[in-house]
């Protein structure tokens, strides 16, 4: 027995060695640590990242086939490729493989020593670069399989073949999501998998292509589904109704048949049937009636997650929605057309960490007992719907919330001074409104992005706001905020988009001394400020839009200005900006795509949070953790072919423009603003500007506005003008 502790010890100090050592190659510096191990049956040397191999200059692969009682072995994250498996064919007891995340895993799955590797229960090839169709006649030789993950691959073909399910009669775990697999496929080609409890066929690639029938030809399952993805699979094209097959499921823990267009009432009964559900994600789909019997003597406390955003529900959401589910943890019901008020027994999901009432019809006031009783809830969406009121009308604490969106509603009235504490808020939006009054610091103490736009709040903007450190993302348009811009602002560390636009905003634009910036946006715009452009700016030199449109600025414009080089949107129209355009523009990017701060700092939120089942362990589903989308906050107004648009989202990454109407500018057009060629919009009127237009605008082939009027232009318009497919306005002289 002490012989056997030691040889026990052996194993486990050089199993450690092996797991925690970066290695280079499978060329181990010390081939003895594995070859101790005689009677190893569990080797796990994943996520080593440079582990390659086998290679011909490799010598010590051959301690894998000696190996002889091995039974589980995993190789993920590394580099490890298809001739792996000739050396694994020696290793008569192994029953479990894992060779995900390999990037030497590519070409067709077809490996004559993997089909002979009969004896395996469980085959892990996800995450690799596996293509060509699947091979019946091979992987149907392993019929010992229990579990077999071919997702995120790029196997291919006009359909997944039905012979390969007849020969794995034991599975218990399939996985084919994320290929490029096209056609229809049938699930009663599974109807005698009776062990099967773990189903995922979608989405592929290109959803478009691929389509899952489920009625026809009629079948009746023999398994017991435990969990089942089928999202964006076309399911029962043209009918789309509802798998009638899940009517015999009993055992369901997960369902995910999002964005499937399906059509009817919500199946209420899948919930009935299944009391271990605990996630649904039925969004995406059609249903228009949300139906929750109020006589049910039990409460669902199983489900934890459930998503029916995006479908075409109406009416009032059942009052008893939050007693029938007291242990949800996310609930969202976006974008639907529900209407009336919100239910107050949501107030009883003391379990509830999000919540997604926005894009519907309600109205109403924000029932107290949500904001009261849901003590765990971390993110609140409201958005986009006819609420009214005053937002939080009584003191109270929701130092848990790091998410509330409550723009594009009706709340009126002030936000209470004192008496609400919100910690955490990481998020807050609270924009097109019509609330009022002085901006109360508990609002921004912690909070990373803030918008207030678009309301009435007066008075000067708080200095208070500098002492957020963590402060991101700034707006404050559209309001009556007056005063002086605080001189700190500029000098935040981590701030990257301010917009204080439409305002009554004066004085000078204070100078920033701090040498680095983060800003990409900055929009001053519609302002009474005066002075000039501070030195500071350009010093920022990852700045993409920088809007200073009617204020009172003046003095001549710097050739420094042309230090902004990744610029996009440059607005100084409707000043006293004097002397002559810098020669230097051609410096400054106008027109490479650019990244939204909104973008790359809501990427780490953006989603929901995933469902796992690691490593085929059946019995361990379970959430990995929220992850909250938010909406896009970059906005941008810009004239263009002689209106005055709103730039935001996506179109905001392509847009590019150079507006110095409405000053004072006198002498030639640079020749070098030709040499924009990715500039959408160009505007110089009104000014004093003189000479011919430059031939070289003939370059700016994406132009799609150019607007010279109100000048003392002359000469000939240049032919070659004509050549500018794109150009759709055009405006001269007046």
């Known amino acids: 027995m002490r012989k056997s502790m030691g040889w026990l010890e052996d194993e486990k100090r050089a199993l450690v060695e092996i797991k925690h050592s970066l290695l280079l190659s499978w060329d181990v510096s010390d081939p003895n640590k594995l070859s101790v191990l005689r009677n190893l049956k569990l080797l796990d040397l994943s996520f080593n990242y440079y582990l390659v191999g086998p290679l011909s200059k490799s010598q010590d692969i051959h301690v894998l086939s000696n190996l002889t009682k091995l039974r589980s072995l995993d190789l993920s994250g590394n580099m490890v490729d298809k001739s792996i498996f000739k050396y694994l064919i020696a290793l008569p007891t192994l029953k479990s493989l894992f060779l995900s995340n390999n990037r030497g895993m590519n070409g067709t799955l077809t490996v004559t020593d993997l089909c002979k590797m009969i004896e395996l229960e469980e085959l892990d090839l996800s995450n690799n670069d596996l293509s060509g169709t699947l091979d019946a006649s091979c992987l149907g030789n392993l019929t010992s399989l229990r579990a077999l993950d071919l997702s995120y691959n790029s196997l291919s073909g006009s359909s997944i073949p039905p012979s390969l399910f007849a020969h794995l009669v034991n599975l218990e775990l399939l996985s084919l999501s994320y290929n490029n697999f096209e056609g229809s496929f049938s699930l009663n080609f599974l109807a005698n998998n009776s062990k099967l409890k773990v189903l995922s066929l979608g989405p592929m690639t290109n959803s478009k292509t691929f389509h899952v029938e489920t009625e026809n030809p009629p079948w009746i399952p023999s398994f017991q589904l435990e969990y089942l993805e089928m999202p964006s699979c076309q399911v029962n094209l043209p009918s789309r109704t509802i798998p009638t097959f899940l009517l015999y499921q ?22 009935v049937n299944n009391s271990r559900l605990t996630r649904v994600s039925m969004n995406g789909n059609s249903f228009d009636e949300l139906y929750l019997p109020s006589h049910l003597n039990r409460p669902f406390d199983q489900l934890l997650y459930l998503s029916l955003s995006n479908n075409k529900f109406q009416g009032n959401l059942p009052k008893n929605i939050g007693s029938l589910f007291p242990h949800l943890e996310h609930l969202d019901v976006s974008s639907n057309m529900f209407d009336g008020e919100i239910p107050i027994s949501v107030g009883e ?45 009584t003191p109270m604490n929701l130092g848990s919330l790091e998410i509330f969106l409550a723009n594009n509603n009706q709340f009126n009235g002030t936000l209470l001074r004192d008496g609400v504490s ?13 609330l009022s009054g002085i901006l109360p610091s508990w609002i921004f103490k912690s909070t990373e992005m803030l918008s207030v736009s678009r309301n009435n709040f007066e008075g000067e903007i708080p200095v208070d706001l500098c002492k957020n450190d963590l402060l991101t993302i700034l707006d404050l348009s559209h309001n009556r905020f007056s005063g002086t811009i605080p001189f700190c602002l500029f000098n935040l560390s981590f701030l990257g988009s301010i917009d204080l636009g439409s305002n009554n905003l004066s004085g000078t634009i204070p100078e920033a001394s701090s040498e680095y910036s983060s800003f990409q946006i900055i929009d001053l715009s519609n302002n009474q400020i005066s ?183 002359n000469g000939e318009i240049p032919l070659q003008l004509q050549d500018l497919t794109f150009l759709s306005t055009f405006m001269e002289q007046q």
Not at 250 to 271: E, Q, T
Not at 356 to 382: H, T, V, W, Y
Request: aromatic share 10%; charged share 15%; proline share 3%.
């Open 250 to 271: 009993h055992a369901l823990k997960y369902v995910d048949l999002s964005n499937n267009n399906l059509v009817g009432m919500f199946p209420f009964w899948l919930l």
């Open 422 to 434: 919100l910690f955490r808020g990481w998020v807050v939006d609270i924009s097109c409104n019509n």
């Open 349 to 393: 999901m003391s379990h509830l960490m999000a919540l997604d009432l926005s894009n519907n019809n309600f109205s109403g006031k924000i029932p107290e007992d949500i904001l009261l009783g849901c003590i765990a809830l971390r993110d609140l969406r409201l958005s986009k719907n006819i609420l009214q009121g005053n937002i939080f009308p």
């Open 531 to 713: 002075g000039g452009i501070p030195k500071s700016f350009y010093r920022h030199s990852v700045l993409a839009i920088l809007s200073l449109e009617n204020n009172k600025l003046e003095g001549q414009i710097s050739s420094q200005i042309c230090q902004l080089k990744k610029i996009n949107i440059l607005d100084l129209s409707h000043n006293k900006f004097t002397g002559s355009i810098p020669s230097c523009f051609n410096n400054m990017s106008f027109g490479g795509i650019y990244s939204p701060i909104s973008e790359w700092f809501i990427s780490g939120i953006s989603g929901i949070g995933e469902y796992s089942y690691p490593h085929f362990h059946l019995n361990d589903f379970r959430f990995i953790g929220y992850e909250l989308s938010v909406e896009e906050v970059d906005e941008v107004e810009f004239m263009t072919k002689s209106l005055s648009l709103s730039y935001k989202g996506d179109i905001l990454k392509y847009m590019s423009g150079l507006d110095l109407s409405s000053n004072q500018l006198m002498g030639e057009i640079p020749e070098q603003i030709g040499d924009l060629h990715t500039l959408h919009a160009l505007n110089l009127s009104h000014n004093h500007l003189n000479g011919n237009i430059p031939e070289g605008f003939c370059n700016m082939m994406q132009m799609e506005s150019l607007d010279l009027s109100s000048n003392n232009l």
